[in-house]
């Protein structure tokens, strides 16, 4: 199946001050939930951030927040998003397809993809853009999250999906200020 823009939300998952010093190669993760948080942006794809805790883990990382301003942040308490109804009244209760990135892989993220694969959703993880302390831990939760049916991609595969076809003038802008 393809991801499909009018179909998709972003689901960013715990991109947290007093976390993301500690997640594995957090400077790509980070960067690479910024990079999909402007391309959802411009393709018009809803992006919901949630925060774990955060008077305990602080609150979106400032690069995040600041690449999120049309988001809808919703703080949680139960490791998956979609546990009590976390996600309710969201886009992710709209939409079709879950795109999700975030932190950590093997815990918030996993937990959220699994319940939100098990409620019918199509689930996409963007494997470049999600991370966890020790990467062993990460590739042990794409491998858990692929064998019940959640997609595990990258980046561009998301944008050119979202995108469909080249030759369009969003087509043109992703590729000049995004892709390069």
């Not at 010093?21 to 949630?50: F, K, M, S, Y």
């Not at 309710?88 to 795109?99: G, N, S």
């Amino acid at each position: 199946m393809l991801m499909n823009r009018d179909k998709s939300v972003l689901l960013v998952i715990d991109v947290q001050a007093r976390l993301a010093p500690h997640i594995h190669d957090r400077e790509q993760v980070v960067a690479n939930c910024i990079w999909l948080a402007r391309v959802a942006e411009r393709a018009g794809v809803p992006v919901v951030v949630t925060e774990h805790f955060p008077e305990k883990l602080g609150a979106t990382v400032d690069e995040l927040r600041a690449a999120t301003g049309n988001a809808r942040y919703v703080g949680k308490r139960c490791f998956s998003a979609q546990a009590e109804g976390g996600l309710a009244d969201t886009a992710v209760e709209r939409c079709r397809q879950v795109i999700v990135c975030g932190t950590e892989a093997h815990v918030c993220v996993m937990q959220s993809a699994l319940e939100l694969r098990w409620a019918g959703k199509e689930v996409f993880v963007v494997a470049e853009a999600s991370g966890s302390r020790a990467a062993a831990d990460r590739d042990l939760a794409f491998a858990r999250m692929r064998e019940h049916g959640v997609e595990i991609v990258s980046r561009e595969m998301v944008a050119f999906e979202w995108l469909q076809r080249g030759g369009t003038e969003l087509f043109r802008e992703i590729n000049r200020d995004f892709i390069r």
